[in-house]
């Protein structure tokens, strides 16, 4: 799972996984960096999906762990 790039549901790249944890992985950007609980995250063909809207995962980037 680390180093897989995840997508939104509109197919944006919203960041890689960085780290896996216990239940969750930290998903970073450029922006910066979010842990994502397992149960967040979907699969297809085109890899890993985060159900929510890269501007919204952007937001949460910025406000939560600046990238450094």
Same mark, same amino acid.
């Given at each position: 799972m680390?180093?897989?790039e995840v997508h939104d549901a509109k197919g944006?790249?919203?960041?890689t996984v960085e780290t896996v944890g216990k239940d969750f992985a930290v998903?970073?950007?450029a %922006?910066?960096?979010v842990?994502?609980?397992f149960p967040s995250?979907?699969?297809n063909k085109n890899g890993l999906? %985060?159900?929510?809207?890269?501007s919204k995962l952007d937001g949460m980037m910025?406000?939560?762990?600046?990238?450094s």
């Amino acid at each position: 799972m680390q180093g897989l790039e995840v997508h939104d549901a509109k197919g944006l790249v919203v960041g890689t996984v960085e780290t896996v944890g216990k239940d969750f992985a930290v998903v970073t950007s450029a %922006i910066g960096s979010v842990e994502v609980d397992f149960p967040s995250f979907a699969k297809n063909k085109n890899g890993l999906l %985060i159900n929510l809207p890269k501007s919204k995962l952007d937001g949460m980037m910025a406000h939560a762990h600046p990238a450094s």
